[in-house]
């Protein structure tokens, strides 16, 4: 069987710019276009991205805010590729691996994604369960009710009301600037934290590592690509998909930025080595400095968003990226049948399977970290082959040039290095 890996041609026929597409843009504005890149990018401060930067904010203060602006750019320019790929080609992440580079390659992209999306879901649940404890409900209600509510949720046959009800719910992360004001954060110490960077300590590269692992996940990367064309945008709209996509780049990084603010205000301040693993500890160590409204509703409202949007997303880009790779028929605009039986199945089994691990009491102790850092280890292949697609699934016309290519490659080139850097360190090597 011969691989067929001619260049797909960009349709403009395919997306809806017909009388009843123009109705929708009319009646949602931007949301007709806007979507995939601010679901995607709540979903990237999820539960375990919002533990990194507690731990951050806690033992390194106002020094870990730098990093967190460094890193909007290098997010920014990840996710616009996808977009781009997406859209011009029509297919999904996996989809364009087989078809460009084989199946093998598939396969490897397909582990990323398993291992990113699997560990995401297990902090996302864990998550759930730390909220829900907060408030005195027992995993063993919140953590079957998240899962029913996010299997339903994929069953309403219809691609863009999961992506509507994901931008609610996400909007719950919007808490957590509200706690940074309530933190009062002093201006003149975090003027100081700005021009600190103590990059000659393990410990800070350590978390670096684990902060960059929390801003670009692989199953972002399958997630987004696999939205724009589940979508039907066309190449008319990719301008506006890039404002979408850079708007959440900058929103989520805020958000991070608020995290790692508020605690550093607070705990960081008092108790710098303070342990904070859990939403429980992390609560716990607020609550005395913000109140129970701040340190508890607040940061568990905002914590609850995170954990709810991306479980969807993980789940969907694991779901998404799977069936690409094995071929199988996937698309959330129809409801279940025999030919998208496998890719819902897949979808339901994942969120499952991270439910009854988490129930299972297995221990999440340093799991967020430890997934952020993973994150972090898997990028030099996730970006590899994310360069190598833009290079050579685009068709001329919409690839990178100029200064754009060099300072999109250079950034991505510094992630990939860092990631391998870190491997001896992750692994107790050095």
């Known amino acids: 069987m011969v691989t067929d890996t001619t260049t797909p041609v960009a349709d403009d026929s395919r997306p809806s710019l017909s009388p009843r597409g123009r109705g929708r843009w009319l009646r949602w504005g931007l949301l007709a276009v806007w979507g995939p890149g601010l679901v995607v990018m709540l979903a990237d401060t999820d539960a375990g991205s919002l533990i990194t930067a507690s731990q951050s904010g806690a033992l390194w203060g106002y020094r870990m805010v730098l990093p967190q602006l460094l890193l909007m750019p290098i997010l920014y320019v990840v996710q616009e590729m996808t977009v781009r790929l997406g859209i011009v080609t029509g297919q999904g992440h996996g ?60 069953l309403t046959g219809s691609y863009r009301r999961v992506e509507r009800i994901g931008l609610v719910v996400g909007a719950a992360e919007l808490a957590f600037l509200v706690a940074m004001v309530m933190a009062r954060p002093q201006p003149r110490a975090l003027a100081a934290g700005l021009t600190s960077m103590p990059l000659g300590n393990s410990s800070y590269l350590l978390l670096i590592a684990a ?13 987004q690509q696999g939205a724009v064309v589940d979508k039907q945008l066309s190449v008319a709209t990719i301008r506006q998909a890039r404002y979408d996509t850079a708007a959440g780049a900058v929103l989520t990084q805020l958000i991070m930025i608020a ?37 508890t509703v607040l940061f568990g409202l905002g914590m609850l968003g995170a954990a709810l949007v991306a479980a969807i997303v993980a789940s969907l880009a694991g779901a998404w990226g799977l ?22 199945i897949t979808y339901g089994l994942a969120h499952i399977v991270g439910a009854v691990l988490v129930l299972a009491s297995v221990d999440l102790v340093n799991l967020a970290v430890d997934v952020e850092v993973m994150n972090a280890l898997l990028l030099p292949i996730v970006l590899g082959l994310l360069l190598a697609l833009e290079a ?16 999109t490659c250079t950034l991505c080139l510094v992630v990939m290095g860092f990631g391998l850097y870190m491997v001896p360190q992750a692994f107790g090597w050095a």
């Open 211 to 223: 902060n960059v692992g929390a801003v670009i996940m692989p199953w972002m990367v399958f997630y």
């Open 323 to 344: 069936s690409e790779v094995f071929g199988w028929r996937h698309t959330l605009n129809e409801r279940p049948n025999r030919a998208t039986a496998k890719f819902y």
């Open 392 to 407: 050579r699934a685009l068709p001329e016309q919409w690839r990178m040039r100029g200064p754009r290519k060099y300072i």
């Open 95 to 154: 989809a364009l691996i087989r078809d460009r580079f084989g199946r093998g390659w598939a396969w490897l992209s397909a582990f990323t994604l398993f291992a990113s999306a699997i560990g995401a879901l297990l902090t996302e649940f864990a998550g759930v369960a730390g909220v829900g404890e907060l408030f005195g409900v027992s995993r063993w209600v919140s953590i079957p009710v998240a899962t029913a509510a996010l299997l339903a949720l994929a």
């Open 259 to 295: 995290v790692v603010v508020t605690v550093a205000s607070t705990v960081g301040t008092h108790s710098g080595g303070a342990s904070l693993n859990t939403v429980g500890d992390i609560a716990a160590s607020l609550t005395p400095y913000l109140g129970r409204v701040g340190g």
